[in-house]
């Protein structure tokens, strides 16, 4: 009894600070604080996970095949695309078609700045990425900062036609444009990373899909921490209060208009990343590329991966970018599909089903994606004998 | 003067496949607030149906197959992947449709095959002059069957049991159910009628012609009209598309007077232009119900 009603003891001065929440060893559910909830790595186990996939993650050039790795190499720059979206689309609700005209802008932008000033295209020969990645997602930021009032005004699916318009309008220009694109059927180079002198794009000491591996590796792992950064802050739960039920977040002093824009604005931003480094593998860019099955592609990725997951997000991209993978290994399976283009049905034509069957399969068995299957997995171990 | 009358004449004819397409759009959505994006899947495989089917039948049976034939795809898919997710999200469903449209058309489009393959329509590329006006027949041929099939199917909205039934379910889905309206019978018919609209689009749209894989991007352009028109108004889809059909005809026709400084031409991308711009002034298009969310 006495120990209910005993007096608080006097707090001393130091005590009064709000403590820093402190961890009760053993009972890793348990959280004292919100911060402590919402921090980055919640628990020991992400913490260990993360860093064992990165570190795998990271191990993976010296390992596998190069041709492999150049798969791998583009899941980590359709990733950070794919975040993008999931920030615009899973995260503030807002249903686009229109990222793969952002993504273009991305591409656009950073090979014009890395372009030869003398080749027959558009150059101003600032070879560092660390100059063009960031432009790159500015120009489209800014594209998508202006887009944003339009879409505004619309809701759901009204939304997603005007933005599946944007792609149609944008891939006209771009295939117009000849001095920035090369025209329709020709291209141009994309853009040519060289940092600190070492071009990422030329065999050295090591092959040009390990230099440009790691280096999106890097690229990926800041923007995934940026965009789990700003889902967790106020800008996340307005996003979050907007896609839930946007009258009573707008009642509750959530301004939509403005979050709206805001979730376009860093969508773009992380499009134009991901344009920018998309074709560096490559190293040709053109038009044709910034079409509907792009962004279809994104929206595939968010709802395959994980609606409003960072970790989803990246787990759809590589899938979709193994896609086309698995699917030339179905002739060995399937003997009937011929793995040439001249025939049909063929691997390409399956792996373009692939992305529907996919996406209608997900939606109607898994609804949360490959995240949702992880954290059944989860679930069911952290309980283990129990099934519930 | 007589260009821009020729130019119109295209555009009625082009336009009436885009009015045709449209309603496919508005009836979906009115019965399942849901813009369903497999329609241009269901045009093209419609065109190739018909393809195939013309030279056994003829072409007005082949075509009355092919369409029926669609319509029942329709149904397939609606029934399939489309009911078990009712009353999950629109933009669920939609994304589904999306999933829906890739499959149908590659499937479909893997029976184009490499042989040049034309409808086998009873018009080609011949043309009249009307007054002076050379009027393709495929486009007069257009406009009298979208009139044609636009009565039929406001008199089927307007006489028929099932008819009723839709748009008391489009204007109350719940009051529709109390009042003893089967809701899936109304998803069925929706689907399986836009199925049809869309086959007999892409009979048109295929005309004097002959069918490829891009066949589809047709079918897109409706999309520019049901925003323009208003997602849910049938009247909207036939007015949207014909001004759509014109302002496409007649940018091409004058593209190189207007825009001398761009190569190709303007008029694919007219129809999104006037689709932006009519969003700018009414958000909810030309003939759409303004969307009232009570709380």
Redesign the interface.
Known sequence: MSAVHDPAPPTTGAEARPRRARRVRGRTELYTSYAQEMALLNTRGKQLGVLAIIAVAAYLPLGVEDDILAVLATGLVLAIGAIGLNLLTGYAGQ?SLGHAFFVGLGAYTAAVLSGDPDGRYLGFGITNPLVWIPAAGIVAAVAGFLVAP?AT??????L???T???V??GQ?FF??W?SLSGG?QVGRDAATPILFGIDLTRNGAYTDEQKLYWFFLVVLVVMALLGRNVARSKVGRAFAAVRDRD??AG?MGVELSRYKQIAFTISSFYAGVCGSLLFCLNGHVSAEQFG?LLS?QF?AMV?IGGVATISGSIMGAMLIALLPQIAAEVPHLLPFISSSA?D??NIF??E??M??????AF??FE?RGLYGIWMRIRTYWKGFPFSY | MNEFLTAGGVGLGNGAVYALLALGFVIIYKSMQVVSFAQPAFMMAGAILVSYLTPRFGFWLGALLGVIAIAAVALVVERVAIRPMVGKAVFVIAIITIGVDIVVRVVAGSFVGVDPRSIGDPWGLGAVSLGGVRVQERHIAAIVAATLIVLLLFAFFRYTRIGLAMRAAALDQEAAMAQGVSIGTVFAVSWALAGALAAVAGVFAASGNVIDRSLWMVALVALPVIILGGLDSLGGAVVGGLVIGLVEAIVRTYHSTWFPFLGTNTGSIAPYVVMLLVLLVRPHGLFGTKEVERV
């Open positions: 249903v339009l005004r619309l809701r759901g699916l009204y997603a036609i005007v599946l318009g944007l149609f309008i006209y295939l117009e000849r329709a009258i009573a009642v509907l279809v929206i709802l001249r049909s049905p034509e399956l373009i089903a992305y529907g069957v996919l996406i209608i939606l109607l609804p």
